[in-house]
């Protein structure tokens, strides 16, 4: 699948395929990297409050409704892909209309903005190719599993429902319908579930992500570091905000000016980042899969990071002497990475998607590089990642992965040789490499000689020449 703008921001044009596991975004500062991942934040896995009954999804509404009213719970895949393209029109649209709030400003910045998804061939072609793709949902339409059968006698894909524990039993077309005994959800809210279960298989799970489903979309900004340290302080200041509403309200003042004047306005993505900051003690009640990743991780950052009684972040290093630190009291590289850790440990599921702004942040050159080998790990163990970097060594370490992954049996023996893991290299065919610059994002060749990003090249280029001036006299 491709997610098309036009006009965002200094972005004039871009086009992103969101097919490959790892997507490098790269460039200059100031030439819309982070509107560009942010909106690919929003879009897949942004609020989407208008997915209810009778809401403007109709495609996703009438989809929902051809599976549940069907005998059997199931649609053929090119009426799902004709279907599917209709939904992905709708969540463009839709979401282009939330960019000023998305993004806490006016809407005149986003008034020439355009925004498209689309299937790509590879897309169109699964959905018509044969199989049948078992989808489970508890009663309430909330994702239990799914399973890709190749080996059914179908000549065409299907999408297969089974809903709630009988899923035999025939689904009223209205409520009045059902027993007055069902303890069931009613159908519409079976129907806005399924809705939104849709929008995200279109979305998240599209083709590339099956046949196993995916894990949803986290966001760790260059903000990360003061949201992971500031996070009770903007929690309390909003609070107070809030009692000041409260106040002006029983005394006829204008409560709008208040907010104006007293709680700064975030964008989406980091007020999401503030919630889930200020609930790291619900979301580490327990470990997730990847809580081994966590702990190789943590190798890197020389100490443990955990969560205290008051459901704060901290650190403490692995020297027997050392206490535990508050995470303001810790190191550069433990703020820029302790959030991540925790996701790692508690909240990643297979084939999440995570977009990571600069994950070089406050590293020296020979971490950044240890981190470009992590995230190549990352992607093999299926956790999906965009990043936007503007490291030499995090660009070239991963070009070199890539190089060795191309090489076949011959790279392993030198991967091993050099010191990496020979079981975490990748193939070209799983990278792809945006420069963002000059209003477009260019898309880069990605080969069996890895990738360049030409603006940084230029830059050590430059760089090497004056040394040489510095040092032999210009030629």
């Known amino acids: 699948m491709y997610a098309a ?243 002006a309200a029983e005394n006829n003042v204008d409560a709008k000016a208040i907010v104006e004047r007293k709680a700064g306005r975030y964008p989406e993505p980091i007020r999401e980042c503030i919630a889930i900051a200020n609930d790291l003690t619900n979301l580490s009640r327990n470990k997730g899969p990847f809580a081994d990743l966590a702990d190789s991780l943590e190798e890197l950052l020389g100490g443990k990071v955990d969560v205290s009684d008051s459901g704060e972040l901290g650190f403490t290093p692995n020297s027997s002497s050392s206490p535990r630190l508050a995470l303001h009291l810790s190191s550069s590289i433990v703020k820029s990475l302790a959030s991540f850790v925790f996701f790692l440990r508690y909240t990643a599921r297979p084939g999440v998607v995570a977009i990571i702004d600069e994950p070089e942040l406050n590293l020296h050159p020979n971490l950044q590089r240890r981190v470009a080998r992590f995230l190549a790990r990352l992607v093999r163990q299926d956790i999906r990642l965009i990043i936007s970097t503007h490291s030499d060594y995090c660009i070239r370490e991963l070009s070199n992965i890539v190089r060795l992954g191309e090489m076949g049996p011959k790279g392993k023996d030198l991967a091993s040789r050099l010191g990496h893991d020979p079981n975490y290299l990748l193939r070209a065919d799983e990278v792809g490499v945006w420069l963002v610059d000059k209003g477009h994002a260019e898309r880069l060749p990605v080969n069996n000689d890895g990738f360049t990003v030409p603006t940084i090249d230029n830059a050590i280029e430059e760089q090497n020449t004056e040394t040489q001036a510095i040092e032999f006299g210009p030629e």
């Open 5 to 247: 703008f036009k006009n965002l921001g200094p972005l004039r044009e871009a086009e992103v395929d969101l097919s490959k596991p790892l997507i490098i975004l790269s460039g200059p500062n100031n030439t819309g990297k982070t509107y560009l991942a942010w909106c690919l934040y929003g879009l897949l896995f942004g609020r989407r409050p208008q997915l209810m009954v009778g809401g403007p999804f109709h495609a996703a509404q009438n989809l929902a409704r051809r599976l549940l009213d069907s005998p059997q719970h199931s649609i053929d895949g090119s009426a799902f892909a004709d279907a599917a393209a209709d939904v992905l029109r709708d969540l463009a649209r839709d979401f282009k209309e939330r960019l000023p709030r998305f993004f806490a400003t006016n809407e005149s910045l986003f008034k020439a903005c355009e925004i498209a998804l689309r299937f790509d061939d590879r897309d169109m072609s699964y959905w018509r190719a044969g199989g049948v793709l078992n989808v489970s949902l508890d009663p309430s339409g909330n994702f239990q599993g799914a399973g890709l059968d190749r080996e059914k006698d179908t000549s065409q894909f299907q999408l297969s429902l089974t809903y709630g524990p009988d899923s035999t039993k025939a689904i009223p077309k209205s409520a009045e319908e059902a027993p007055s005994s069902e303890p069931e959800p009613s159908v519409e809210k079976r129907l806005s579930a399924t809705q939104r279960w849709l929008v995200d298989l279109i979305t998240i799970f599209t083709p590339s992500y099956l046949p196993e489903f995916r894990g949803g979309v986290s966001l760790f900004p260059a903000e990360r570091i003061a949201i992971s340290v500031f996070a009770k302080e903007l929690a309390l200041n909003r609070t107070a905000v809030v009692d000041r509403v409260l106040d």
